[in-house]
């Protein structure tokens, strides 16, 4: 089975700039959910999508949004870059039988490093 | 709202040692536990996972028990080595949205 991939791998922004991510999630698996890690820190919950909608979201503010296409890919969208903006951004896919399965790991791709300067 | 407190690092041990990293929760209903390990230069991955009270998760010979009175998810080894230098993250899942722990970082030293 293929897993998660993500692009680009690093990427520099300047502030005010607007990013796109992509993420390819692992074979079977239809919600996928995006996290940011900041140096050192535990991984925070961004937002989910189960077969193209959103359907939970975290502590972030509406600068940051998601798509998530008929073949389970996803992007993470952010706007208006900000230097605290500047992380490790996770995609991770869940089990094919929707979100609320909450006993179903994640699996993670390896991360797009953003910097903003 | 739910969330995870994991004990701080960094932690260094000898290779062999027994190995503890705590982890507590809360959580208003009845959440899924998960280990998540991250090794240097690599993403996360599950390590282990426990999904009601009382369970034990075990992997690569980690264990960690599902401990509802405690509201604990502490993970153990009895043997460490050199290879299991990474940071370990505690985790919870409630509604689909994963909450981790801040991260221990452990490393073994031959």
């Known amino acids: 089975e293929t897993g998660v991939t993500q692009s680009p791998t690093h990427l520099i922004k300047t502030r005010g700039q607007q990013v796109t991510l992509r993420c390819s999630s692992q074979?079977?698996?239809?919600?996928v959910s995006w996290y940011q890690q900041a140096l050192g820190q535990g991984p925070q919950f961004i937002f989910q999508?189960?077969?193209?909608?959103?359907?939970g979201r975290g502590n972030f503010p509406p600068r940051f949004s998601g798509l998530q296409f008929p073949n389970y890919s996803s992007e993470l969208n952010v706007n208006a870059l900000e230097l605290d903006d500047s992380a490790l951004y996770l995609c991770?896919?869940?089990?094919?039988?929707?979100?609320?399965?909450?006993?179903?790991?994640?699996?993670f791709g390896n991360g797009t490093r953003l910097t903003v300067t | 709202g739910d969330s995870v407190t994991q004990m701080e690092g960094p932690v260094t041990l000898s290779e062999e040692a027994f190995l503890t990293i705590n982890c507590t929760y809360t959580a208003t209903g009845y959440p899924s536990l998960f280990w998540y390990v991250q090794y240097p230069g690599e993403g996360l991955q599950l390590l282990l996972k426990a999904t009601k009270a009382d369970d034990k998760g075990s992997n690569k010979g980690f264990e960690a028990t599902y401990r509802k009175e405690t509201t604990s998810f502490h993970l153990e080894k009895g043997s460490v080595q050199v290879s299991d230098s990474a940071v370990y993250f505690c985790?919870?899942?409630?509604?689909?949205?994963?909450?981790f722990g801040a991260g221990t970082r452990l490393t073994v030293k031959p």
């Open positions: 999508y189960y077969r193209e909608e959103e359907n």
């Open positions: 074979s079977g698996h239809n919600t």
């Open positions: 991770a896919s869940g089990s094919p039988d929707g979100p609320y399965k909450d006993n179903s790991p994640l699996h």
């Open positions: 985790a919870l899942s409630e509604l689909g949205d994963m909450r």
